[in-house]
């Protein structure tokens, strides 16, 4: 579908309008089930599957970054990474009891998604260099110093205690949503539609083709496979 699509005009009798596309959607319940496997795998010595999700959680970050340039509206750093300002008055408002419909991420929810990219793509990023003291090493671990990647492997298990506790108040806020606010996120994320009285009535969102979203995914494969390989 391209174009700007007229709100609702596909949506079904309760009135629900697309709000996220195929794509955000499959990276996100992917990504649940990598970081699961990333961390199950290493906690049973499984190093080879724990190299393999690794991977491929790479490959799914490095496409969400360019999807986060070229994908739906919604799916896009310019919809969502908004200044601290509007960030804190968002938050300001919900405190207030206001209502603020978005479509997407709002504000504060948007920076928490940047947080989590971020740290997600700095884990895989030192995964790379990291050794287990043992007989596995990342990839890219004989290009440094073993001191160096001794040093980056302890960031490595450190960071990822980091993310838990991300990821703890990333569900503890979509689960504020949905019990507090009545606002059900969760039920979006699987299906990609809101109720039409959740999002801005201005809101005129774009969906881009799924072939620009394979392109960019092959495009990010070929980038970490190129690294694996070297
Ligand atoms: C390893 C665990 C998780 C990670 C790393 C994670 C990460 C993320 C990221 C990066 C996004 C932004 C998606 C995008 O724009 O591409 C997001 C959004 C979202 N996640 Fe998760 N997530 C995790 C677990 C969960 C779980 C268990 C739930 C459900 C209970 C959940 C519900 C949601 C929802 C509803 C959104 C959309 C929020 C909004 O409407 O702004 N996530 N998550
Ligand atoms: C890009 C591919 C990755 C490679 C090559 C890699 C490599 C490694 C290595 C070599 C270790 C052992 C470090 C040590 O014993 O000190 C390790 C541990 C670990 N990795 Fe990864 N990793 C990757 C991605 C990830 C990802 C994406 C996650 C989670 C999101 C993750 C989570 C962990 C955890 C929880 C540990 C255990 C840390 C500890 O016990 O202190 N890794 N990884």
Sequence with gaps: MTGTEPQGASAPAQDQVRVWDVPVRVFHWSIVVLVTLSWASVENGYMKLHLWSGLTLLTLLLFRIAWG????????????????????????????GEHQPHAGHNPAGGWMVLLLLAVLLLQAATGLFSNDGVRFNGPLAALISSRLS???SSLHGTMFNFILLLVWMHVVAVLYYRFVRGENLIAAMISGRKPRDEISAQAALKFVPLRWALLCLVLAAGIVWWIAES
């Design 69 to 96: 340039f070229v994908g739906s509206t919604t799916a896009r750093f310019a919809d969502f990474a908004q200044r601290p300002a509007s960030a804190l008055a968002y938050l300001r408002a919900m405190a207030r």
């Design 150 to 152: 001794d040093r980056l």
